[in-house]
């Protein structure tokens, strides 16, 4: 029996369809097994490594700062880049960092507490920068990859919406599993401050649960060369994700007549830059995402910290993780009508109020005493939170695609890769300051590397609940900010420019 011929577009391309979001999905899926890992550095380092806040808040915004400026270096190389390659120039660059993050996600993770501070410091640069490098050489060119998949802004919003899955799914895995293959409850072993069962006060035995004076509930502590491991079986996961989508995938522009600038001169970072600030759906979107990445990634460690000592339930923190951001996967099935019939910024600035509201919540459960009651309130808020992210995670990558356009329709010049790794410059940014401001905030307030989870006051904890209940709220402000006053590409506007852009690119 004869095999079934794909159907085949005006261009003589196979027809945009579910073979390309699946494809899609699984290449933020292969991104976010590495990236995901980013949550648990500065806890690892805090925790395991015992790393003093200040030292890990320098180390951290030092390459985080290279990080982001190397963004727009492989973006400017690729846009450069005329060379022909049998995978198509954007696949054989996910190929190379593909290949790379394998082992580089483990780089940073090495497991060696008793190292010097000399050491740990070297080990923490080195480990980082060899991991940064090779996930950026796989990202810049995935999420650029959007625009040359379709034209057409419905499908672009479907693969974003499908990218967004691909995302909470490559989430969610290192998001329950990992801190539960992590986290140890803590048993007597003859050493520690604690000998003494605070419920019943008679001496522990060898083996007993060693018990919160505080909350009187078992304390739990990080087993850092599980993390390691983790890092290398996640690596392993997301090559094959990659790899599917490089083998599944169709690009339907070709990427060697994409024009990045006009006349075809080298592309000049400088001019670029500003009219990068001149495009305000690209400042727009990269605001909320800054404002995202701020508080969320942030939030992370702080999170964890909470968990491990005010809740004592470290190795379930990313199961109330989940709850919270399970409703963002309600809207998957509506998206596409939502943004059609209302439009993807008015959508979206709808979910960033609802965000908003679940962020004035959380700034309620630091205030109850009972922490039982306290953690139903913060689900709450973090459901809340959820449900107001859920549209605007879903189409964010196809609001970033339709800036590349406006790029195109007010400056004649697409530059996919230089717009795309500008905005990535900015998130990740956000990513190294965010988190380094954070640390110095949480040794402000009390909290003593070499104390671990298990040595820090009352105060300490409960001064992490603020913390994070504020970083949760600010980051719904500024996304709110982001999406409703600076991003200027309502439907209506969206429509007049797809317009003119396709009677331009006619000629």
């Known amino acids: 029996m004869a095999k079934k011929s794909p159907k085949l577009d005006s261009n003589g391309y196979r027809k945009f369809g579910m073979r390309d979001k699946i494809a899609y999905a699984a290449g933020d899926f292969g991104c976010n097994m590495s990236f995901a890992l980013k949550g648990t550095v500065q806890t690892f380092w805090l925790v395991f490594m015992m790393m003093e806040t200040g030292l890990l808040s320098g180390l951290l915004l030092l390459v985080q700062i290279w990080d982001a400026v190397n963004d727009p270096l492989i973006g400017s190389l690729i846009d450069n880049d005329k060379r022909k390659y049998k995978m198509g120039k954007f696949k054989t660059y996910i190929f190379i960092g593909a290949c790379g993050l394998l082992l580089a996600g483990a780089a940073v993770f ?66 329950v599993i990992l801190p539960m293959l992590i986290w140890q409850k803590v048993t007597y072993d003859g050493t520690g401050d604690y000998h003494t069962n605070p419920i019943t006060g008679e001496a522990y035995k060898m083996g007993d649960p060693v018990l919160d004076p505080l909350t009187g509930k078992q304390f739990e502590t990080l087993l850092g060369e599980r993390v390691f491991w983790a890092a290398l079986i996640m690596g392993v996961l997301g ?36 009219k990068f600030l001149k495009n305000r759906p690209a400042v727009g979107a990269t605001v909320a995402a800054m404002g995202m990445f701020l508080g969320m990634q942030s939030a992370t460690t702080a999170n964890t910290i909470m968990f491990a000592t005010y809740f004592n339930q470290a190795s379930m923190s990313g199961i109330v993780q989940m709850i919270g951001f399970l409703p963002m996967v309600l809207f998957l099935p509506f998206i596409k009508k939502l943004v059609n019939k209302f439009g993807k910024k008015e959508a979206s600035v709808a979910g960033t109020i609802v965000s908003v509201i679940g962020g004035v919540i959380m700034l309620v459960f630091p205030m109850v005493e009972n922490r039982s009651t306290a953690l139903i309130i913060y689900l709450a808020g973090l459901i809340l939170f959820g449900i107001g992210m859920g549209v605007y995670t879903c189409v964010s990558w196809a609001m970033m695609g339709d800036a590349i356009d406006y790029n195109e329709w007010k400056f004649g010049t697409r530059e996919e890769g230089t717009v795309y790794s500008l905005h990535s410059f900015f998130r990740k940014l956000a990513q190294g300051v965010g988190p380094s401001i954070v640390l110095l905030i949480m040794g402000a307030l009390g909290y003593n590397s070499e104390l671990g989870t298990i040595g820090q006051s009352f105060e300490t904890s409960h001064n992490m609940c603020w913390l994070v209940a504020g970083l949760y709220l600010f980051s719904a402000v500024v996304q709110f900010v982001g999406i409703a006053v600076i991003y200027n590409l309502d439907k209506k506007t969206l ?13």
């Open 239 to 274: 090559f094959i994700a990659f790899m599917f989508m490089i083998k599944t995938i169709t690009i339907r522009v070709d990427e060697n007549s994409v024009k990045t600038n006009e006349g075809g001169e080298k592309i000049n970072i400088i001019k670029s830059f500003g």
């Open 495 to 507: 429509e007049k420019m797809n317009q003119e852009l396709a009677v331009t690119r006619e000629k």
């Open 110 to 175: 090495l497991p060696f507490p008793n190292a010097s501070v000399v050491v740990k410091a070297v080990l923490f640069v080195l480990g980082y920068i060899i991991w940064d490098a090779c996930y950026t050489v796989a990202n810049v060119p995935y999420g650029s990859m959007l625009s040359l998949i379709t034209e057409d802004s419905g499908e672009r919003a479907q693969l974003s919406t499908w990218r967004s899955i691909g995302s909470m799914f490559g989430n969610i895995v290192p998001m």
